[in-house]
């Protein structure tokens, strides 16, 4: 029995061209007039590699400078200085966690048409020097030398040892849930 040898494909993430959001929530009595910060995420590289004409044994690695995320939010210069600071040196704690992870471990795909996926993905996230599972739910759409997905996905800051931020002197506090949001473009390497 012959067994061919599929060559695989290299997607490289165009981090210029997408976008990948994090949105936080606040809590407690102030919760409806309180700031609920959305957060973009600057630095970050990633790539996807599968065989050729399928997601067969699909992969797909992403990394995140820790201290690249920069607050979206219409907000009084002091304000974001200091929910700079605090997501920084209190939360995230970059100096010591300088980089965020993700690597699939498996990736399941329905072809929903002829270039268009729904896709399961199920991953190893490190974040502030735990490494937990993560999934998360996208599609892909497939063109000539590109791919574009999008999806989203939360998770518990507490799950990751990641101290829930308190700013202005703890009259506003934030949900431990984070909802993640990503529109990705990446161009088919040679």
Known sequence: MTVLNQSVVHYL????MS?????????????AVAHSPRIAIRDWKGGAHFAPGTLKDARLDVKVNAASLEVLDELRDQDRRELQRVMNDEVLETARFREIAFESTVIHADQLKADLYRLNVDGRLSLHGVTNSQSFLGQVAFGVDTLRAYGEFTLLQSDYSIRIASIAGATLKLQDELKFTFYVIARKQA
């Open 19 to 31: 976008q990948f959001t994090v949105q936080a929530f606040a809590s407690g009595l102030i919760s």
């Open 13 to 16: 993430i165009d981090t210029r």
